[in-house]
Nanobody, 118 residues
């Protein structure tokens, strides 16, 4: 099946930047819809950014619009999330997700912690 492994999380000060990476098995990145979500303990999982395969349309959550950028390198089977101008409210566990032939994401990574201090 599909396996997703995130990396790149860490602790930064407000205004700093991080780039998250998600390495996917096989050709998942090029054939599946890919997205990033984030979650704080006790709260629901929130959509951060995502794109559909073969589509030029990219969607971002309102709170990250203009600050985060999602991209992919199909040859390296990797999807990235460039996060700039980080804010304390961006603190969360960030998850890479994939879906195929469904409107819900059915494959998930283990997550990577991002902590932004003020």
């Amino acid at each position: 099946q599909v396996q997703l492994v995130e990396s790149g999380g860490g602790m930064v000060q407000a205004g700093g930047s991080l780039r998250l990476s998600c390495v996917a098995s096989g050709r998942t990145v090029s054939t599946y819809d890919m997205a990033w979500f984030r979650q704080t303990p006790g709260k629901e999982r929130d959509f951060v950014a995502g794109f559909a395969r073969g589509s030029s349309a990219i969607n971002y959550g309102d709170s990250v619009q203009g600050r985060f950028t999602i991209s992919r390198d199909s040859d390296r089977s990797t999807v990235y999330l460039q996060m700039n101008n980080l804010k304390p409210e961006d603190t969360a566990v960030y998850y890479c997700a994939a879906r195929f032939g469904a409107h819900v994401y059915n494959y998930w990574g283990q997550g990577t912690q991002v902590t932004v201090s003020s």
